[in-house]
């Protein structure tokens, strides 16, 4: 789960995280009531959605030259006309997509006199299976090309769990962005501060880009993104709370309300399958041959009728799927259970693109005669090659 700039930096705060000033805005009104709230002289206007990039980013109802979604402002007035003009309107970034996200909400923030930017980054390093900090003097921009061109100028640091966060891992950062004196002590600090926020809040990553230098010699962190692991999220109700749907894929919302694991992907096979693993196995073979999914979808391993029921109407409800794929092993539920909910599934959704079903496991041939039987036009395949080839044939035979 992703939460945004201002809810970030609130939760940063509580571990003693220095950032700017700011409020959140829903309307031009509380944006000048924000900015009342601020010493000014110098105000910053940032447009809220889940993405970075906002900065360089353009508004698709504004004219080319208009600026983006983080704007100086150095009057009330100024605020006031800029969140008049950014709200309500659509912008697109790098991180976006070409269809943009709607800005719905503002942070009004004290505008910083920049002396550098840096980067600094927390995540679940997967291959070591630990917290890992990436580090880089090159902050501000967009650190996958930095890692491209310039790979020398990121450091990386991990972090044994049996250890937690030590002194030395502290020193190792303030070195990797070439600080000294009290910011380099400052640079310590937060890194330790920003470990204890990682673990305290269960997060899958914390991301400041830009952290800054300020021409006062204070670091500071301007800009914040923070995801958590949504397997945690019972754990921290508050977390939950900061929760903004209109931010996410109304697919994976419905999915989540069942209990189903789903992904929104570009492809037109829409796929239903019990298990990450064999979720992703059918993923793949749907690639080999030759065309994409629309989705990664688990049922999970007791995959009941109104569960099945439920991700068939999820899926269907993606018009970009011509065809589903339903690869099923009966392990914890029998087949004929499982080709029960598919095929009461089916009827009830009114099924309008082909639909091939792989079922293996118990009671398997049981489950098969159910399928066969249905009086529904439903492609019996027999392993997962057959499968895929069948769907992949049906959807390019209906194109
Ligand atoms: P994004 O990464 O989505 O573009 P940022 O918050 O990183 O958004 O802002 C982009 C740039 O705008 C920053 O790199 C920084 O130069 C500038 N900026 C952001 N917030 C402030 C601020 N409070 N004061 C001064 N400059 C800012
Ligand atoms: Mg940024």
Redo the contacts with the bound molecule.
Sequence with gaps: MNIH?YQAKELLAKFGIAV?A?HAALNAEEAVAAARQLPGP???V??QIH???????KFAELPADAK???R?AKSIEEVEANAREMLGNTLV?I?TGAAGKQVNRLYI??????AK?YYLSMLVDRKSGRIAMIVSTE???DIETVAHDTPEKITTIVIDPATGFMPHHGRSVAFALKLSGDLAKAAQKLSAQLYEAFKALDCAMIEI??L?ETMDGRL?V????MSFDSNALYRHPDVEALRDETEEDPMEIEASKHDLAYIKLDGDIGCMVNGAGLAMATMDIIKLNGAFPANFLDVGGGASKEKVTAAFKIILSDPAVKGILVNIFGGIMRCDIIAEGIVAAAKDVNLSVPLVVRLEGTNVQLGKDILANSGLPIIPADDLGDAAKKIVAEVKQAA
């Design positions: 700039e700017p700011g110098l105000y910053v940032k447009a993405a970075g990039g906002r900065g360089k980013g983006g979604g983080v100086l970034t991180q923030t004290d505008g910083v006199d920049i930017e902050g501000g921009m880009n830009p800054v500071l301007l800009d914040a993104k």
